[in-house]
C-alpha cells in the first residue's frame, strides 16, 4: 500500500482533522501498515493524534 492510499484513508477516519490513537492503531491494521506509517500520514497532512494509550501525543 503507497503512502497516498494511508493518507485518503487517514483522510476519511479523521475527525476535525484529529484522530484518536486507538482509531489510528485499528487503521494501521486493518490496512497491514506499520504503526508508524499512519503517524507518518498524520503528520504530513497535519491531523493531530489525541487520546494516545502512551503519553505520546
Do not use: P, S
Request: aromatic share 4%; charged share 35%.
Amino acid at each position: 500500500m503507497d503512502m497516498e492510499q494511508i493518507k485518503r484513508e487517514v483522510e476519511q477516519a479523521a475527525t476535525d482533522r484529529r484522530i484518536d490513537c486507538h482509531d489510528a492503531r485499528a487503521l494501521a491494521e486493518k490496512l497491514g501498515v506499520d504503526y508508524a506509517l499512519v503517524g507518518k500520514a498524520c503528520n504530513e497532512l497535519e491531523v493531530k493524534i489525541h487520546a494516545c494509550e502512551l503519553g505520546c501525543f
